[in-house]
């Protein structure tokens, strides 16, 4: 503690950035807070990430403790996360990706916006600014969240989650549930907020803090005029999983929290009713992805009709299972308006 504020870690995870990581490091660098650990940890980049990284921190005389780690091998971004989970040493961790940029004000803002909840919120998540390859300033990246869609019922019903470029966590939500389960694709930004509105509440601060970055390599987003209506059902299917082992973790952290917490049994139960409604739903996604009979599509959704899945998730099936067209058209409208007015949604369909 300094002046009773407590020590904060930002952490960085690097792998294969040389084009943009001497950026990243200097807006860490940059960071107005204190006390401040700065952990950056690349994940065994094949290209110069970590040599550009020594190199950016070999001067530095400011106030922030430096801590650079390099995993060997590569572990893939879960396990980055556990091994800087064991290294870091402050009550909140703030993270960061290699590609984007941390305005100097970020941990400030954040731990400000911590204070102010009576900490209470264990995860807050800012706005911000997308930048392309180049750093050009492309617009605000979320419209204005209402507080409720970070409730936890809402949460569990609609697999939310926070921004993860822009999001700081307490280190309870490790303490309490231990290491994200080691897979090398994980949806750390819908299981960590899930576990910290289970302890406390998530938050949402409309200020742009983060330059995040749109390039060639965000796998999760494309130019919607080059998808093939063909490549529809594989872009489902790379997510699918994804989805199901956050909704297998989330069941797994709710288990903890009725073993701890058995007053609040109703409750819980209520929420594991929602996720166990929500893997049903991925788990059905997922065999409509993997048979191409239009019988057994059929059979697929009838039975979801029957089990309650919402309306517009079979609305959304139906589209992209038997009219693809028309599905990628009206997906290109929603990117296109979300475009011209600066602004993306949140919330996971």
Known sequence: MSDGRPLVTLAMFAYNHEQFIAEAVRGALSQTYS??????????????????????????SGPHTIRLNRNDPNLGFGPNINRVMELARGELIVAASADDVSLPDRVEQLYQAYAASNEKALSIFSNAIVIDENGNRKGTHLSPIDPRSLSLSHMARRLGGALGATHVWHRRAFEVFGPLAEKRRVAEDIIIPFRSALLGEVRFINKALVLYRLHGNNAQFGQPDDIRPEE??????????????????????????????????????????????CLREKEDEKAL?????????????GRAVWQGTPSRRI???????????????????????????????????
């Not at 952990?39 to 970590?50: E, L, Q, Y």
């Not at 993997?290 to 599509?297: E, Y």
């Not at 099936?317 to 007015?341: E, G, I, M, N």
């Open 289 to 301: 992805l993997l048979t191409h009979s239009s019988f057994k599509r059929v059979g697929i959704i």
């Open 232 to 277: 529809v059902e594989m872009s489902l299917l790379k997510v699918g999983d994804m989805w199901i082992d956050a909704c297998t973790q989330r069941l797994q952290d709710l288990k903890t929290m009725l073993t701890l917490f058995p007053e609040r049994r109703d409750e819980l139960l209520s929420i594991q009713n929602d996720l166990l409604s």
């Open 35 to 60: 006390p401040l650990e700065i952990i950056i940890s690349d994940d065994c980049s094949t290209d110069r990430t970590f040599e550009i990284i020594q190199a950016e921190v070999a001067g530095y």
């Open 315 to 349: 609305i959304r099936w139906v589209l992209t299972f038997f009219f693809p067209r028309l599905y990628l058209s009206y997906q290109r409208r929603l990117t296109r308006a979300a475009a011209k007015s600066g602004s993306s949604s949140l919330t996971a369909e």
